[in-house]
């Protein structure tokens, strides 16, 4: 018997698990079935990271929210979360037990100083908080998305190659998304209501959904051309092109639309060398035009009674209406309570991750709709730069802001100085799918979802090394004469 188990013993163990995992099922206690998956991904964490890292981009797009399936208020997607603590815990464990494990240039780059401030402000904010409890949570949230996704992702993303299997699994996972949305928008005839859930419940709503999609379209449009695909490879670009704008068309989401005009925009500023005192002149001209008309502008828009419908024409329109389209003015409502709330906390904020708990009491009157709530639901603050600022203070906003314009500075000048060829679209890719995250954080805010995390932070991490590896040319010295 003994020597038939030792035989045996991996079917022996199959059939007991199986017999043990029937009972606990049937005792309502089915996550016993989640142990072989679990045991795999622990050892992909020490065998093959790097894959598994790959294998995160494709599973973010699917991931599922517990919260979502109302399974105990667990805030925490399946599988990609477990998957990016145990990728960060042991990023800290081999930077606490051995040197060199990141690049000393990434390390000291401008732009990971300002990560990690980030993270210690955050740090900070949580003992003068209003709720610690949830700011610790948020803090750890995004300690592994950057953990994961930034510094284990600057380690994978050393070889180029692992760069496109990386955005091409993210987009493998998206398009399987798409298809099971289009599906599901189908049933009601592509109506725009519809529209709001049907993502569900791979994600919460039609905006983080294409904010997505917006985001990884300067992709799709770089890889019809990109030297070294083959004629094969850039038949599928153009396939899955096209499924990204047909997602993004009826996903309904106006600031993904209005994003990617945005990142357009960016595109021939940066192709056609504009000089930044032109873009200052024109943006102070703007300025003043704004300031001398406006009464006459304000007049304008609350004139504008186009709401969101299933009419595109229409529901573009419905942009600028601020006078009786509900989702605008609920926006202005969360930004005025996001500046309320600062007033009251100007240094270190209401702690992170506590917007939606706290901002009820700082809704006026007269901005409220007939969507707003007092329950902390409906999204957060609907900025990537106010929530910062009701939360951690003005600091903060500054942080964020930072990381923005320093980014967006060191992409524009790596831009002009890269040869042509396939790292110059590769890095534009990314940096323009960072800019339609950028200008729609201006009115929605995704950053503590693994959805938009994944790829803002594996992106950033992009320019860095494309940064490092094309560095600028040192400037001759020159001593005076005496």
Not at 64 to 71: G, W
Not at 292 to 299: A, E, H, K, S
Not at 341 to 349: D, N, S
Request: overall charge positive; some cysteine.
């Amino acid at each position: 018997m003994v020597s038939a188990l030792k035989q045996h013993w991996i079917a022996a163990a199959c059939v007991l698990f199986v017999i043990l995992n029937a009972l606990l099922t049937a005792a309502e206690f089915p996550w016993l079935a989640v142990l072989p998956a679990a045991l795999l991904a622990a050892w992909a964490m020490f065998v093959v990271p790097e894959r598994l890292l790959i294998f995160i981009a494709f599973a973010t797009p699917l991931s599922i929210n517990l919260e979502e399936l109302d399974l105990g208020g667990i805030g925490i997607s399946l599988p990609t979360e477990p998957l990016m603590v145990g990728l960060t815990f042991l990023l800290l464990l081999r930077l606490a037990i051995q040197r060199g494990v990141l690049d000393s240039g990434f390390v000291r780059h401008p732009i990971t100083w300002v990560v990690l401030a980030q993270l210690v402000w955050m740090t900070v904010c949580i003992v003068p908080s209003s709720m610690p409890t949830v700011s610790a949570k948020y803090m750890f949230a995004r300690l592994w998305f950057v953990g994961s996704m930034y510094l284990v992702g600057s380690l994978l993303f050393r070889d180029t190659a692992a760069m496109h299997r990386f955005i091409k699994a993210f987009v493998a996972g998206l398009v399987v998304v798409i298809a099971y949305t289009l599906y599901q928008h189908s049933l009601f005839h592509f109506a725009q209501e519809p529209a709001h859930w049907v993502m569900s419940p791979f994600f919460k709503d039609h905006t983080s959904y294409g904010a997505i999609i917006a985001f990884m379209l300067p992709f799709a449009v770089a890889a019809l051309a990109m030297p070294g695909y083959s004629r094969t490879g850039r038949g599928v670009a153009l396939i899955l092109l096209a499924v990204l704008v047909t997602g993004l068309i009826f996903s309904y989401t106006r600031a993904a639309w209005l994003s990617l005009l945005g990142a357009l925009g960016v595109f021939l500023i940066m192709r056609f060398r504009v000089p930044v005192w032109a873009l200052a002149f024109l943006l102070l001209a703007s300025g003043a035009v704004y300031l001398v008309n406006r009464d006459q502008i304000t007049i304008a828009l609350e004139r504008n009674r186009e709401e969101s419908s299933d009419d595109l024409k229409e529901h573009v329109q419905s942009i600028s209406n601020i006078s009786s389209d509900a989702s605008n003015l609920e926006r202005i409502n969360r930004w005025n309570s996001a500046l309320r709330m600062w007033k009251e906390r100007p240094v270190f904020g209401w702690g992170p991750g506590t917007y939606m708990f706290q901002y009820a009491p700082f809704q006026a009157s007269e901005d409220r709709t007939i969507i707003s709530t007092n329950f902390g639901v409906q999204g957060n603050a609907h900025s990537e730069y106010l929530g910062p600022l009701a939360e951690q203070g003005v600091i903060g906003m500054a942080l964020m802001m930072a990381l923005v314009l320093l980014t967006s500075a060191r992409a524009i000048n790596l831009y002009h100085r890269m040869p042509p060829g396939a790292d110059k679209r590769l890095m534009t890719a990314a940096f323009l799918g960072l800019v339609t995250y950028y200008l729609h954080g201006a009115l929605n805010n995704f950053l503590d979802m693994d959805k938009a995390s994944v790829p803002f932070w594996a992106f950033t991490a992009m320019i860095v090394i494309f940064d490092l590896r094309y560095p600028a040319a040192p400037r001759a010295v020159t001593k005076a004469t005496v």
